[in-house]
């Protein structure tokens, strides 16, 4: 029998987690391979359990959560509630 392949263990940004503007919460998840240089990767979960995947990755954490916070000043924070998904980087 084969073994399966170990998922590779995810280094979460200290900038991530819950973020709540107007009435509305989102989580913000920034993250990358623990232990690697790799650009970081970022997603919104909303209170639906909608994930909303920026499809480009980011050279820092800070740089994801900039875009982020971008988007819902450009979006506002209930353009992650909208069926259709936000502009993305």
């Given at each position: 029998?084969?073994k399966?392949a170990?998922e590779?263990?995810?280094e979460?940004?200290e900038?991530?987690?819950?973020f709540?503007e107007?009435?509305v ?6 993250f ?16 639906s359990?909608?994930l909303?995947?920026?499809?480009e990755p980011?050279?820092?954490d800070r740089?994801?959560?900039d ?19 936000p502009?993305v980087h």
């Open positions: 029998m084969a399966k170990k590779p263990k995810l979460h940004s900038l991530s987690g819950e709540t107007d009435g919460t989102v989580l913000v998840d920034i990358r391979t623990q232990g690697s240089q790799e650009d970081w990767t970022m997603e919104v979960v909303t209170q359990e909608d909303i995947r920026w499809d980011f050279e820092t740089d994801a959560f875009e982020f916070l971008a988007t819902i000043a450009r979006d506002g924070i209930a353009s992650f509630l909208d069926d259709s998904e502009a």
